[in-house]
C-alpha cells in the first residue's frame, strides 16, 4: 500500500511543482520556469515508477525506467514521454550553460509540454491503480 500512497503523493508534488512553473513564467523568470516544468514531469515518471517499485538515484536513470517499464508497455503515451528527455536538455542548458538567452517561447513551450505531460501521468496512475484491483 506504501507504493501507492508513494505514487500519489509523488503526482501531488509534480503538480505543485507546475504551478511554480507557472508562477515563475508569470514573473518572467523563463528559465526558472523551464526548470520548474522538467521537474513536474520528472516527479510525474517518478510518480509512475513508485507503482512498479522502481528508482533511480541519477535523472538518465529515471529516465530509462520510464521509457522501458512505462512507456514500451504502453501505459503512457510515447509522443508525449518524448517531452521528457527534451525538457532535461532545455533545462541542463538553462541551469549549466553560459550565455544561454531562455525566451519566453521556451517558457511557454515546455510549460505547456508539461502540463500535457503531467495530465498524462494522472490518468496512466488511475489505470494502473485500477488495473491492480483486478
Given at each position: 500500500?506504501?507504493r501507492?500512497n508513494?505514487?500519489?503523493?509523488?503526482?501531488?508534488?509534480?503538480?505543485e511543482?507546475l504551478k511554480e512553473?507557472?508562477d515563475?513564467?508569470k514573473q518572467t523568470?523563463f528559465?526558472?520556469?523551464v526548470?520548474?516544468?522538467?521537474?513536474?514531469?520528472f516527479?510525474?515518471a517518478?510518480?509512475?515508477?513508485?507503482l512498479?517499485?522502481?528508482d533511480?538515484?541519477?535523472?538518465s536513470?529515471?529516465?530509462?525506467?520510464f521509457?522501458?517499464y512505462?512507456?514500451?508497455t504502453?501505459?503512457?503515451?510515447?509522443?508525449?514521454s518524448?517531452?521528457?528527455?527534451?525538457a532535461?536538455?532545455?533545462?541542463?542548458?538553462a541551469?549549466?550553460?553560459?550565455?544561454?538567452k531562455?525566451?519566453?517561447?521556451?517558457a511557454e513551450?515546455?510549460?505547456?509540454?508539461?502540463r500535457?505531460?503531467?495530465?498524462?501521468?494522472e490518468?496512466?496512475?488511475?489505470?494502473?491503480?485500477e488495473?491492480?484491483k483486478k
Amino acid at each position: 500500500m506504501s507504493r501507492v500512497n508513494l505514487a500519489k503523493y509523488r503526482l501531488g508534488k509534480a503538480k505543485e511543482i507546475l504551478k511554480e512553473a507557472e508562477d515563475a513564467f508569470k514573473q518572467t523568470h523563463f528559465g526558472m520556469s523551464v526548470n520548474r516544468s522538467y521537474y513536474a514531469m520528472f516527479t510525474s515518471a517518478r510518480a509512475l515508477l513508485a507503482l512498479k517499485e522502481l528508482d533511480s538515484s541519477k535523472h538518465s536513470g529515471v529516465i530509462s525506467l520510464f521509457n522501458q517499464y512505462i512507456v514500451k508497455t504502453g501505459l503512457f503515451a510515447e509522443e508525449l514521454s518524448k517531452f521528457l528527455q527534451k525538457a532535461k536538455r532545455i533545462r541542463e542548458d538553462a541551469d549549466y550553460g553560459d550565455f544561454v538567452k531562455i525566451t519566453q517561447e521556451d517558457a511557454e513551450s515546455q510549460i505547456d509540454h508539461a502540463r500535457k505531460f503531467v495530465a498524462e501521468a494522472e490518468g496512466t496512475l488511475l489505470k494502473m491503480l485500477e488495473g491492480g484491483k483486478k
